[in-house]
């Protein structure tokens, strides 16, 4: 049974700079796609970034290209996520996901393990 669990969430004024971390247990995820997901209050889900097994590839959400950085270290079954400049509407609950397949999918419904989430606040 895979695990996620997300750290690295908190309190940081506009313009501040943030690094996620999600560490999987359970079995290694050195052959699988994954992604980081957030949702705002009232809002759906939606795709942030995502990576694929061996982080050649990614993909990332236009509102926040150029100011996040998805990598991993599959020696330490772990992703990260690196946001710079944070506006106000970044704030949500951040998700990490894990698919049974080595390339990443930018569609939620197509990743297998969730983890429960690390608040992201910005605001002065």
């Known amino acids: 049974q895979v695990q996620l669990v997300e750290s690295g969430g908190g309190l940081v004024q506009p313009g501040g700079s943030l690094r996620l971390s999600c560490v999987a247990s359970?079995?290694?995820?050195?052959?699988?796609?994954m992604g980081w997901f957030r949702q705002a209050p009232g809002k759906e889900r939606e795709l942030v970034a995502t990576?694929?097994?061996?982080?050649?590839?990614?993909y990332y959400a236009d509102s926040v290209k150029g100011r996040f950085t998805i990598s991993r270290d599959n020696t330490k079954n772990t992703l990260y996520l690196g946001m710079n400049s944070l506006p106000p509407d970044d704030t949500a609950v951040y998700y990490c996901?894990?698919?049974?397949?080595?390339?990443?999918?930018?569609?939620?419904?197509?990743?297998?393990?969730w983890g429960q989430g690390t608040q992201v606040t910005v605001s002065s």
């Open positions: 990576i694929n097994w061996n982080g050649a590839s990614t």
């Open positions: 996901a894990a698919r049974q397949f080595r390339n990443y999918n930018i569609d939620a419904r197509f990743y297998e393990y």
């Open positions: 359970g079995r290694t995820l050195s052959s699988s796609g």
